[in-house]
């Protein structure tokens, strides 16, 4: 049950992409991306932040001062996703945008895993599944 509740997240989490790119895509259309990028941080930090009031969660706000400090850096770059997608938008659309996004991050989840987690072996059949991956995205993307 633990892997299909998380197959379920992570198919929420791709359209909650797709949607975020649309949405914040507008919004730099109508302002600065760099502004547009603040707003959708500041409105999802306070969503957040009533979210983890109603949960019960505050106290745990508290063990934050134990983080190490590179862990935090996340952050910014979810600001650099969102920044980067409202700048790719304009010339290329949603979906193209999407598609070299996916692209990236599969790669590098791929070098991150294997390289420097070593979790994960690269056999053949990722290899394929790559070279299948660029293909089709150089047909979406011409």
Known sequence: M??????????????STALEAFINGE???NTTALVATFFSLLVGAVFFLISIVLAGDVKELVFIRDVNPKFLLGGIFGGLIIYFTIMA??????????????????????????????????????YIGIALMAIGAFFILN
């Open 89 to 126: 938008i304009p010339s290329l659309g949603v979906s193209n945008t999407l598609v070299i996004i996916l692209v990236s991050q599969i790669l590098l989840g791929f070098f991150i895993d294997s390289i420097l987690l070593g979790e994960v072996t690269m056999h053949i059949y990722k």
């Open 2 to 15: 633990y892997k299909f509740a998380s197959i379920i997240f992570a198919l929420l989490a791709g359209g």
């Open 27 to 29: 919004l730099g259309k």
